[in-house]
């Protein structure tokens, strides 16, 4: 079964911070791997997704991730936070070729101070 | 921009009763899924659909759920019989096509309350 952990339930930044939010995830075969963030009253929305190719993937809004296959991981970065980025940010993984379901991790809150 | 739009916004109803919780996909999608978040907890998979019938779904959605698409545009996620734990956020998706570029797009979501 697949799983997705993030390291950081909570975190908290001063504006124009660098940010990195860990993201593992268990599974045996290839993935497609996703972050959604969702702000405060609003739905969730893709920042960014790994499909294959470039490892490195640049999504909306600064933010980019890093696929390291080897350690399982796909960190979300930003270099220079602001206080409109805070909100919830859920890694998510599923199984490439198919349309199946999203495993997500348990999601880290971030706050940005401004 | 198309979107996910999903009805109500906010259930409250008493254990036991039945509740239908309602989506509309985008428009030219051919997957849908419907996920559920506890307050406090991950956001859960619980079943997708495709070409009228269930494609996939987790331990989560047993014989108490189901869902349908009763017409070109609704897909609907009914439960029988609301238990307390059933409580959650509740998350429509779609997405258009399969193969590796299945990009879900979410609903703002259902707060369902049971008493």
């Known amino acids: 079964a697949q799983s997705v952990s993030q390291h950081n339930h909570h975190v908290i930044l001063s504006e124009a911070a660098s940010l990195e939010l860990g993201c593992n995830y268990s599974?045996?075969?290839?993935?497609?791997l996703f972050w959604y963030v969702q702000y405060p009253g609003q739905h969730l929305q893709l920042l960014l997704k790994?499909?294959?190719?470039?490892?490195l993937v640049k999504g909306i809004k600064g933010f980019e991730a890093e696929f390291i296959k080897s350690k399982f991981s796909f960190n979300l970065r930003k270099p220079s936070v602001q206080w409109s980025d805070t909100a919830e940010y859920f890694c998510?993984?599923?199984?490439?070729?198919?349309?199946?379901?999203?495993?997500f991790g348990k999601g880290t809150h971030l706050i940005i101070q401004p | 921009e198309p979107e996910v739009t999903q009805t109500p916004s906010h259930q409250v109803t008493q254990m036991g009763q039945e509740v239908i919780l309602r989506c509309v996909p985008i428009s030219n999608h051919l997957y849908f899924y419907w996920y559920r978040q506890i307050l406090g907890q991950k956001v859960e998979f619980l079943v997708s659909?495709?070409?009228?019938?269930?494609?996939?779904k987790s331990e989560i959605f047993d014989d108490q759920f189901s869902v349908e698409r009763p017409d070109g545009s609704n897909f609907t996620l009914k439960i029988r019989s609301t238990k307390l734990e059933d409580s959650a956020m509740y998350f429509c998706a779609s997405s258009g096509t399969g193969g590796t570029y299945n990009e879900q797009f979410f609903g703002p979501g259902t707060r369902l309350t049971v008493l």
């Open positions: 599974y045996g075969g290839t993935v497609n």
């Open positions: 998510a993984v599923n199984a490439r070729g198919g349309a199946d379901g999203l495993t």
């Open positions: 790994y499909f294959s190719g470039d490892p």
């Open positions: 659909f495709y070409n009228n019938e269930i494609s996939e």
